[in-house]
């Protein structure tokens, strides 16, 4: 099978969960003998020599605005179209690539499936004029949780059958390991309890609550260090917010992690916690749960789908200080449940949540789809 995918970025030193994803699936489907034709920017940064890639540059120096794309890019692949003859066209964002693919099959003579991978729907009045009329256009909407699609069934109005969920992956390199001294030295945490929060810094998240949370856990843990582990608009205002709070003693901002540095920050954790107030997956959770991690995550979005809560996690509520100031300290307090929510997570993950998984499931939406279609176009 060949499959066209117009893309905004597939950098590898991504902050971004969305970009993340389409980095492992891509290649964990590529492996297994899918063809992509990839349209990018001639600027944007991709792995190299990765098998059954093609790369097709846009004659753009810079990324697409949404509503820029919806003109330049139905050309590019019709362009690639009668070129290659690709089978199926894939939309990797509703709003981004979702009106130029329909547009190519409409005005371009793209007589292909598409398939739409859809996350989450934050608040926009053009959700329903966008994300909606894509998701209705195309043949099927991948999903990574349950939640996207009850959410979009109930606030766009699209038909439950429009959609399949196929949960992501955790790339297997991510498995439990003795704690890294030199990361602990060098962010000034060793001999310390660790708490870790990895992702991007961005109001979604949350974090401003949690140096709420984390000022009243020092009270009792001490010695105890909370990690920030990420880059993102918010950085700035967060440290200032720590400072003001006089946490300046107890939690580390690092900045941009590398990616080649992501299982040691992981490893240097002895819990993790995510307050994020909407996810669509929440990659990070089920890294850390790969790791061995147990986890403290809020009830919102998806990320209730990841965890049985008191069999290996936490969750509660992100506006309810004290319950995740009672969460933090019970994990921090009691190494068992430590040990037998890490081990719990691991276990869950393996069998749940991996990329060769993920991308073995979503190929076979993808054959059924094209199967429908070219069974529809068949002559009788």
Known sequence: MRVCTPHCGLDTETRLGGEMYELELL?????GGIVFDILLARHK???EGVPNWAMHRLPIGRGLRWPVAALVLPPSIGRVYRATRFDLLRVHSLRFIGPAALAARAWCGVDVPIVAHHHHLDPSRLNPYIEARVMRGVERVIVGSEFARRQAC????VPAEKFVVVPYGVDRALTPGPKPEALARR???????????L????????????????QEVVHTHVDARLVVAGDGPLLGHLRG???????????VFTGHVPAAEKLDYYRLADMFVFPSTMEGFGLAVAEAMACGLPVLISDRGSLPELVVPAADGLVADPTDRG?????????????RIRRRFGSANRDRVER???WDVCAAATARVYEEVLAAWRARRRPR
Not at 27 to 31: D, G, I, K, L, V
Not at 188 to 196: E, F, I, K, S
Not at 241 to 251: E, F, M, P, Q, Y
């Open 199 to 214: 992702g991007s810094l961005e109001a979604r998240k949350n974090l401003s609550f949690l140096l709420d949370v984390w």
């Open 241 to 251: 917010r720590a400072r003001t709070l006089g946490l300046d003693h107890s939690v």
């Open 45 to 47: 940064r991709h792995p």
């Open 352 to 354: 749940l949540f991996r």
């Open 27 to 31: 290649r964990e489907m590529a492996a």
């Open 154 to 157: 109930q606030e766009l109005g």
């Open 323 to 335: 319950a995740f100031v009672r969460g933090i300290l019970t994990l921090l307090g009691d190494a």
């Open 187 to 197: 962010l000034g945490v060793a001999g310390a309890p660790v708490v870790l929060f």
